[in-house]
């Protein structure tokens, strides 16, 4: 897997539980999308994007942070484990180069703030082993995982 020398362009969400599911927000909350799961009519998540017309990876990670964050809570669903009000999940997708080639590459850090530090990691790498889109990252670009609970 090759590192990238130059980013381009980056993509942020910050995804934050709401009394109505979950809501995620590029890093300027300038485009709302509504996120929905399969068979549900009720909006499960809302998506901000930086510009009027986002930037592909502004989209991936807005995506990627909907399905992670699911993952998360059935993962603690599972270990009953009670996710603390403010929980969230901030996930940055790059594109760069290196040379002439282009690569994306990703952070996700997953905010727990007052859970074990054990229970945390836990949650945060079972989550990732079982979200679609961690599993079609994994082995083809750089990601990079964190786990905060302060």
Not at 6 to 22: C, E, F, P, Q
Not at 44 to 54: I, R
Not at 135 to 146: C, E, F, P, S
Request: glycine share 8%; hydrophobic share 40%.
């Amino acid at each position: 897997m090759s590192k990238i020398e130059k980013v381009l362009a980056t993509g942020k969400t910050h995804t934050t539980a709401s009394s109505t599911g979950n809501t995620s927000r590029g890093h300027n909350g300038s485009l709302d999308i509504a996120l929905s799961s399969p068979g549900n009519t009720q909006p499960a998540h809302v998506f901000a994007a930086t510009q009027p017309h986002p930037a592909a990876e502004q989209l991936f990670a807005g995506a990627w942070s909907a399905c992670y964050t699911a993952a998360v809570g059935l993962v603690a669903n599972d270990l009953n484990v009670v996710l603390p009000a403010d929980m969230s999940v901030d996930i940055e997708v790059d594109v760069g180069q290196t040379g002439a080639d282009y690569f994306l590459q990703a952070r996700l850090t997953l905010r727990v703030p007052g859970l074990a530090d054990d229970v945390a990691k836990t949650l945060a790498h079972t989550a990732d082993q079982i979200c679609p889109y961690s599993k079609a990252t994994r082995g083809n670009i750089d990601v990079d995982l964190k786990v905060l609970t302060a």
